[in-house]
């Protein structure tokens, strides 16, 4: 019912920036929160970040406050994720996940492929 499209992925050298968008679709039921996780190769997936559909309260990670933003545009329907100062730690496939408070249902997209040359 609801489809998940990253985008924005690529590769970028260590202390660069990059900015992840997702964009959702299908029946979301309007209140929703999102969040972008990510995997590296070899391990496994980790939680970076989440937004309340209102944005009134984020979430971090501790590898990556201070450095990375999660924001969203409701009437897009669509979360971002502003990534600063990038290390090559960040590397990995990253995940954004939809969250409905409506009907208590996750959904994940196919991810898309950030690279951090050091």
């Known amino acids: 019912q609801v489809q998940l499209v990253e985008s924005g992925g690529g590769l970028v050298q260590a202390g ?3 900015t ?5 679709s299908g029946r979301t039921f309007s209140i929703y929160k999102m969040g972008w996780s990510r995997q590296a190769p070899g391990k496994e997936r ?6 309340e559909w209102s944005g009134g309260t984020t979430i971090y990670a501790d590898s990556v ?3 990375f933003t999660i924001s969203r545009d409701n009437a897009k329907t669509t979360a971002y ?3 600063n100062s990038l290390k090559s730690e960040d ?3 990253y995940y954004c996940n939809l969250y409905s408070q409506a009907t208590g249902a996750n959904y994940w997209g196919q ?3 950030v690279t951090v040359s050091s």
Request: aromatic residues 8%; contains cysteine; positive net charge.
């Open 65 to 67: 406050k201070g450095r």
């Open 46 to 51: 980790e939680f970076v970040a989440s937004i």
């Open 111 to 113: 991810g898309t492929q």
């Open 81 to 83: 994720l502003q990534m």
């Open 91 to 93: 590397t990995a496939i």
């Open 20 to 24: 992840l968008s997702c964009a959702a």
């Open 16 to 18: 660069g920036y990059l």
